[in-house]
């Protein structure tokens, strides 16, 4: 009897995984209701800092969850300056100065024509 209440889950397991094997759900996902990742709480134009390391020359920070190497383009920024708390980018056409800390929310700074 205990072997065929057994086999009778087994069966009902092997039912109900078959049924969803195009569609994996991340065993780490809450149950219920929906979390957003950091990338996708942040609004497209804002940016934060997460993240600085530094050393052995590849000097890199993380920007809403992207690695971000100094000299290169990142987010549509330019990643010119780290220090250990802080990140400096410029847009490519080098209109627009962002200065990001780890501790405080990013200010922008944009290049003023009049003067």
Known sequence: MVKLAFALAAFLVFLTGSAEAGALRDPT??????????????????????????????????INGQTCYVGRKCLGYVLISLTKSSAIMVAPQGDERIVLSLYTSGKRETKNEDK
């Open 29 to 62: 996902a809450p149950l219920f209701g929906a979390v957003k990742s950091a990338a996708q709480n942040s609004d497209k134009g804002s940016l934060r800092l997460q993240a600085v390391m530094r050393g052995y020359g590849r000097d890199r920070a993380v």
